[in-house]
């Protein structure tokens, strides 16, 4: 029995690695992530570590490590389809027990092609003499043609069965349209289209693929915005507009905004690091899709009540991911569409300006709270500054702390001392037993030996940071496929991974571990695998770290073989010498 990609996501996604672990032992946050005592060998010093960003499990005591399923596995003792049954249970699920994922993958793939054209006629249409007047709209707004190319945007006519008649014609099956949710079938039995009088907006996934559509009104009918539902290839709370182009962006930020124009204008502008949230609050799903590209987050949202509650709400979420965040302010209430047209030729010059100023999350929490209450009158201040401790508490920085403790000090009027004080005793209430945990050094000597071959510690570092960056960034890693042979990797276990993800790529499924695994590995690999994933370092390794890696391999590659030093003759020798002395020019 095979179970498809889409429903092992979903299952992760409903049973979260934290809270299932959490269920069995006791954790404590250590930085952006988790860590606790092993349940898998007897420890006194905790070693057992979620990483959250991954949702995965690594023990640097024993090497268990993987998912949520494999947890399950290892600490139920079940079978695999034992495991996804129980996790099942848990999250009020249903087994899928006649699920085929032949059969998922052939509608995936329809639904893709479905939205591809839906896409392509989309655009035609407002190319068209029927889209003059939404053409005329989007160039009130200011957008170009080169935005309007860029972003793939279209017209739905006022036709009701105009996409369902093109599609039909291309020969696909009512069912199939109605599974893409670009139509659907009214009282009368009817199959009508889903969008109709509406700009166009695709919503494209980092691979490339239209997974589904936003359309705005043009005619004042509510919904103003109308969004695909879910459907087998999207999730509104998984996905981001504009991610397809903003993870590409030279810029080291993402800049989230509410809405399609916002993020397009922004774009116009030259900051293509921009981002939304397709209309919906801010999801974990969605911050797990943003932290694989940037640790920081500027948040460009409303300013009125609804924004700023917003706003604190995505703060949280983000900082409960790894990621810090900044609130930009704009005057006078402007969204950011509406600054730029203000500002017009200067408008970049002026937003950049916004983003120098932006607000520091903890700082903004500390304003938000600020502002219901008179710190003249000594009763409120009390208030104030206990709210404000516990936002402080939750700085792990100390330089950090220390910083906001002086900006309190000289808010309230009150020694610094004081409040670093009464910090200490607010700490030392909701953790009574903390205490400062070793950093854990990462051992990398289980792969020093493969058969008559003895690898440098430097080796195996490459050979591992070069699969973990190609499973941390699959979407950008076509250069590495097609320059790095199998044969690069001398440790036969890198070898094998290698090949599965480059298998997995060229099929267009996902790089997870459910996947990995179910290619000859068994239920031990998955540490192994998730040591790999977890010991990538976002912030140093880059594509020219790649190939400082790959030029290391292919030179140690060159060297002479342990096992060969015993036959090797006199000529051979001195070949092999010259060989040496050519690498080194």
Do not use: W
Request: aromatic share 10%.
């Amino acid at each position: 029995m095979s179970i498809s990609e889409e429903f092992i996501r979903e299952l992760k996604y409903k049973n979260n690695i934290s809270d299932v672990v959490s269920s069995y032992i006791d954790l404590k946050q250590k930085g952006k992530n988790l860590i606790g005592i092993c349940p898998f060998h007897a420890e006194k010093t905790a070693s057992f570590f979620i990483y959250p960003s991954n949702e995965s499990f690594y023990c640097f005591g024993c090497g268990k490590g993987g998912d949520v399923i494999t947890f399950i596995r290892l600490i139920e003792k079940l079978d695999y389809i034992e495991s996804l049954k129980f996790l099942c249970q848990r999250a009020n699920m249903n087994f899928p027990e006649d699920e085929l994922s032949n059969d998922s993958y052939k509608q995936k793939m329809t639904v893709y092609e479905i939205n591809r054209l839906s896409a392509k006629f989309f655009h035609n249409n407002l190319c068209s003499d029927q889209g003059k007047k939404a053409l005329e709209y989007l160039k009130k707004r200011s957008l170009s043609l080169k935005s309007i190319k860029h972003f793939g945007l279209g017209y739905s006519l006022e036709s009701k069965f105009s996409l369902v008649n093109f599609l039909t014609g291309k020969g696909y099956s009512q069912k199939d349209i109605i599974d893409s949710n670009v139509a659907y079938k009214n009282r009368l039995g009817q199959v009508m289209d889903r969008f109709s009088n509406r700009i166009m907006f695709p919503i494209i996934d980092i691979r490339g693929n239209v997974i589904g559509f936003g359309g705005r009104s043009l005619n004042g009918n509510n919904p103003k915005y109308l969004n695909t539902s879910d459907t087998v290839v999207f999730k509104k709370s998984d996905n981001i507009f504009a991610i397809n182009f903003a993870k590409n962006s030279s810029l080291k930020n993402l800049i989230l905004t509410e809405g399609y124009m916002d993020t397009i204008s922004l774009h116009q502008i030259g900051f293509t690091n921009t981002i939304a949230s397709l209309g919906t609050a801010l999801t974990s799903g969605q911050v797990k899709l943003m932290s694989r590209y940037t640790d920081e987050v500027i948040l460009c949202l409303d300013s009125d009540q609804a924004g700023q509650k917003a706003a604190l709400r995505s703060i949280d979420i983000l900082k409960q991911n790894g990621i810090s965040s900044k609130v930009i302010s704009i005057p006078s209430g402007k969204d950011p569409d509406e600054f730029i047209k203000y500002y017009k030729d200067e408008s970049k010059i002026r937003f950049n300006e916004l983003i120098i100023n932006a607000i520091p999350d903890i700082e903004y929490k500390l304003l938000n709270i600020k502002n219901k209450y008179n710190l003249s009158d000594s009763g409120d201040k009390i208030k104030y500054t206990s709210e404000a401790l516990k936002i402080l508490s939750n700085i792990e920085n100390d330089i950090e702390k220390d910083i906001y403790c002086s900006k309190l000090s000289n808010e309230i009027n009150i020694s610094k001392d004081s409040i670093k004080s009464q910090l200490s005793k607010y700490l030392s209430k909701i953790s009574k037993n903390k205490n400062s945990l070793n950093v854990l050094p990462h051992n990398l000597n289980y792969y020093n030996k493969d058969k008559n071959q003895i690898f440098s510690l430097k080796r195996i570092k490459a050979e591992e940071t070069i699969l973990s960056y190609i499973i941390n960034n699959y979407d950008i890693t076509n250069n590495i496929l097609s320059r790095v042979s199998e044969n690069l990797f001398g440790i036969n276990f890198n070898k094998k991974l290698y090949l599965t993800i480059k298998m997995l790529i060229l099929n267009n499924k996902d790089l997870n571990l459910n996947n990995i695994l179910s290619e000859g590995f068994d239920i031990e690999d998955a540490g192994k695998i998730t040591k790999i994933i977890c010991d990538y370092k976002r912030e140093y390794v880059n594509a020219q770290v790649i190939e400082e890696c790959i030029s290391l391999i292919e030179n140690e590659n060159q060297k002479i073989k342990i096992k060969d030093i015993q036959d090797i003759n006199s000529i051979e020798l001195k070949n092999y010498i010259v060989t040496l002395k050519k690498m080194k020019q």
